[in-house]
């Protein structure tokens, strides 16, 4: 944490965001925490120090509505939950989830969180606390908790008011509340009733997402608010530099042109994650050079910067590894590759893509001569530990793709497990390396 840290301070970046979802050690709820990797308070309050040193503003992430499903998984969770049953059919998606998110019309919801901010927040010098709010899904079903409210004053009235409950219990916290803005935004009336005080948090991670829009909406609002773009390397092994490029930078341009306080470049760990983190330096790279100069570097000059940071010439490849996809890209695509989703899912991918419509076997078995051929632009020579570490692990990552399209099936942990395990160990904590090979490697 402390060398990205030093890398993002390098860059120019000025706030880092952490996401506490369930890996905080809250100490009245070992049960979320014990048996996965956790940082205490005392790590956190070690970190923010050294992130000030480094001109950096750490901003706590505690999820406060939605996506608290490592919680609600517990049965001593459900009497917060919207859907205490555990399960909920969202009438939105189509589709039944698992609960998610408290119930925004009991004050001990608001209570248990409150509980959580009183540890969390004091471990931050930050100004700022982002408490998501966003995809909270719980609330389009017809048999919650709030279904009467709900039906009374609409999704839109009763989840604004539960953020600005949020709100007032980080103000008498001394912080200033950061959300995610893709529920409200579709209230246009409560978008105009957003306080001054509040940061809304503008993401979307398509190339083709609608910034121009969106960011006029929030323009004319009262509120404070960030472009959100994201690294896409999530749901992809090795990332997907264009989709990247444009994404980033038409978040960058809309933020400009419409008043955005400051643009949040966004970097997920959705399944597992299996992707090091090098992976995402890329777009970091490319982040800061738009923002710093307002012109779009090249990928020449993109490259060129990585290798700087890493100590040897890994820029291009990094590069060049994540525009494979685009040789089994669709136009329906969207946050992720086919070549993560075959990989991770082989046993459904074919029938779930419809791919004989779009692609053949042939350019599944272009792609990892490609992914193969992509690493003869690399050169180690000089690179430090963490730098061979990762890409060890795009290697592994490039073999079990290969597996996969060449048609093996069924878990393939055991082929991977030790040396994966031994990687994971040399950068992180151990806890969850076991349960990461599984879920990736492991279908």
Same mark, same amino acid.
């Given at each position: 944490?402390?060398?990205?840290?030093?890398? %993002?301070?390098? %860059?120019?970046?000025?706030?880092?965001?952490?996401?506490?979802?369930?890996?905080?050690?809250?100490?009245?709820?070992?049960?979320?925490?014990?048996?996965?990797?956790?940082?205490?308070?005392?790590?956190?309050?070690?970190?923010?120090?050294?992130?000030?040193?480094?001109?950096?503003?750490?901003?706590?992430?505690?999820?406060?509505?939605?996506?608290?499903?490592?919680?609600?998984?517990?049965?001593?969770?459900?009497?917060?939950?919207?859907? +205490?049953?555990?399960?909920?059919?969202?009438?939105?998606?189509?589709?039944?989830?698992?609960?998610?998110?408290?119930?925004?019309?009991?004050?001990?919801?608001?209570?248990?969180?409150?509980?959580?901010?009183?540890?969390?927040?004091?471990?931050?010098?930050?100004?700022?606390? =982002?408490?998501?709010?966003?995809?909270?899904?719980?609330?389009? *079903?017809?048999?919650?908790?709030?279904?009467?409210? $709900?039906?009374?004053?609409?999704?839109?009235?009763?989840? @604004?008011?539960?953020?600005?409950?949020?709100?007032?219990?980080?103000?008498?916290?001394?912080?200033?509340?950061?959300? #995610?803005?893709?529920?409200?935004?579709?209230?246009?009336?409560?978008?105009?009733?957003?306080?001054?005080?509040?940061?809304? $948090?503008?993401? =979307?991670?398509?190339?083709?997402?609608?910034?121009?829009?969106?960011? &006029?909406?929030?323009?004319?609002?009262?509120?404070?608010?960030?472009?959100?773009?994201?690294?896409?390397?999530?749901?992809?092994?090795?990332?997907?530099?264009?989709?990247?490029? &444009?994404?980033?930078?038409?978040?960058?341009?809309?933020?400009?042109?419409?008043?955005?306080?400051?643009?949040?470049?966004?970097? #997920?760990?959705?399944?597992?994650?299996?992707?090091? #983190?090098?992976?995402? $330096?890329?777009?970091?790279?490319?982040?800061?050079?738009?923002?710093?100069?307002?012109?779009?570097?090249?990928?020449? !000059?993109?490259?060129?910067?990585?290798?700087?940071?890493?100590?040897?010439?890994?820029? &291009?490849?990094?590069?060049?590894?994540?525009?494979?996809?685009?040789?089994?890209?669709? +136009?329906?695509?969207?946050?992720?590759?086919?070549?993560?989703? %075959?990989?991770?899912?082989?046993?459904? @991918?074919?029938?779930?893509?419809?791919?004989?419509?779009?692609?053949?076997? *042939?350019?599944?078995?272009?792609?990892?001569?490609?992914?193969?051929?992509?690493?003869?632009?690399?050169?180690?020579?000089?690179?430090?530990?963490?730098?061979?570490? !990762?890409?060890?692990?795009? !290697?592994?990552?490039?073999?079990?793709?290969?597996?996969?399209?060449?048609?093996?099936?069924?878990?393939?942990?055991?082929?991977?497990?030790? &040396?994966?395990?031994?990687?994971?160990?040399?950068? =992180?904590?151990?806890?969850?390396?076991?349960?990461?090979?599984?879920?990736?490697?492991?279908?």
């Amino acid at each position: 944490m402390r060398r990205v840290a030093d890398i %993002l301070s390098s %860059l120019g970046y000025t706030q880092l965001q952490v996401y506490f979802k369930a890996n905080f050690a809250y100490p009245e709820h070992p049960l979320v925490w014990k048996d996965g990797a956790y940082l205490t308070p005392e790590d956190v309050r070690a970190f923010d120090a050294y992130c000030k040193e480094k001109g950096l503003d750490l901003v706590p992430y505690q999820a406060g509505f939605g996506h608290l499903e490592p919680w609600m998984k517990h049965p001593e969770y459900l009497r917060y939950a919207e859907h +205490p049953s555990g399960r909920f059919y969202c009438t939105k998606h189509d589709h039944e989830f698992g609960s998610m998110a408290v119930c925004p019309t009991k004050p001990e919801s608001l209570d248990f969180l409150n509980g959580l901010f009183d540890v969390l927040l004091p471990c931050c010098s930050s100004e700022f606390a =982002n408490l998501g709010c966003d995809e909270v899904w719980d609330l389009h *079903a017809t048999n919650g908790c709030s279904a009467a409210v $709900l039906r009374e004053k609409g999704v839109g009235r009763v989840y @604004f008011d539960f953020v600005m409950k949020l709100r007032e219990s980080l103000k008498t916290r001394g912080k200033t509340l950061m959300f #995610w803005s893709d529920i409200i935004r579709n209230y246009p009336e409560l978008v105009r009733e957003l306080p001054a005080d509040v940061v809304a $948090l503008d993401w =979307n991670y398509e190339a083709t997402a609608p910034f121009p829009q969106t960011t &006029e909406a929030l323009r004319n609002a009262p509120c404070r608010y960030y472009v959100c773009p994201g690294t896409s390397s999530w749901c992809s092994f090795f990332g997907r530099h264009a989709n990247m490029r &444009e994404n980033v930078y038409q978040a960058y341009r809309s933020g400009t042109r419409n008043g955005a306080e400051g643009l949040l470049l966004t970097d #997920w760990g959705d399944d597992g994650p299996p992707q090091p #983190w090098l992976v995402s $330096l890329p777009a970091l790279v490319y982040t800061s050079i738009l923002v710093k100069t307002g012109v779009r570097p090249t990928d020449a !000059d993109v490259a060129a910067k990585v290798d700087e940071i890493c100590g040897c010439k890994v820029g &291009e490849y990094l590069i060049r590894l994540s525009n494979v996809y685009l040789r089994t890209y669709a +136009p329906r695509d969207s946050n992720g590759t086919r070549l993560f989703w %075959l990989a991770t899912h082989p046993t459904t @991918f074919w029938k779930a893509y419809d791919n004989a419509a779009h692609l053949t076997q *042939a350019d599944y078995d272009a792609s990892v001569v490609a992914l193969r051929e992509a690493a003869q632009c690399r050169d180690l020579a000089g690179a430090p530990g963490w730098v061979r570490d !990762d890409v060890a692990v795009l !290697d592994i990552l490039v073999d079990f793709v290969a597996r996969r399209v060449a048609g093996e099936k069924g878990p393939l942990g055991d082929l991977y497990r030790d &040396e994966y395990v031994r990687l994971w160990k040399r950068q =992180n904590l151990p806890d969850g390396a076991d349960k990461s090979v599984d879920e990736v490697f492991g279908r």
